[in-house]
């Protein structure tokens, strides 16, 4: 069992940035594989990005080149730093992880609100 807790919501304007941290429990992060999720009123949660134990990373076709996910092993938290943020960003964010690859993982954060809105 791993509890995870986001943190970095907010509103912001179109054009800016963001950025989302998720922190773990389990000391043994580094094995897990780490993914952000996230869910608009309406829509079906959806894949943003995730990061393998292994370092490898995957992105959804809308955020690829604006948004970037890194994790720290050291300190247990997977970042997902967004920029150039649009209105269609609006969603609840959810951080993600499990030991297998299968996504998504077992595990999930509590979600953090972020609004982009002018």
């Known amino acids: 069992q791993v509890q995870l807790v986001e943190s970095g919501g907010g509103l912001v304007q179109p054009g800016e940035s963001l950025r989302l941290s998720c922190t773990a429990s389990?000391?043994?992060?580094?094995?897990?594989?780490m993914g952000w999720y996230r869910q608009a009123p309406g829509r079906q949660r959806e894949l943003v990005a995730r990061?393998?134990?292994?370092?490898?990373?995957t992105y959804a076709d809308s955020v690829k080149g604006r948004f970037t996910i890194s994790r720290d092993n050291t300190e247990n938290t997977v970042i997902l730093q967004m920029n150039s943020l649009k209105p269609e960003d609006t969603a609840v964010y959810y951080c993600?992880?499990?030991?297998?690859?299968?996504?998504?993982?077992?595990?999930w954060g509590q979600g953090t609100q972020v609004t982009v809105s002018s």
């Open positions: 389990r000391s043994i992060f580094s094995i897990y594989h």
């Open positions: 993600n992880a499990d030991t297998t690859p299968t996504a998504p993982g077992r595990y």
């Open positions: 990061i393998l134990s292994g370092g490898t990373t």
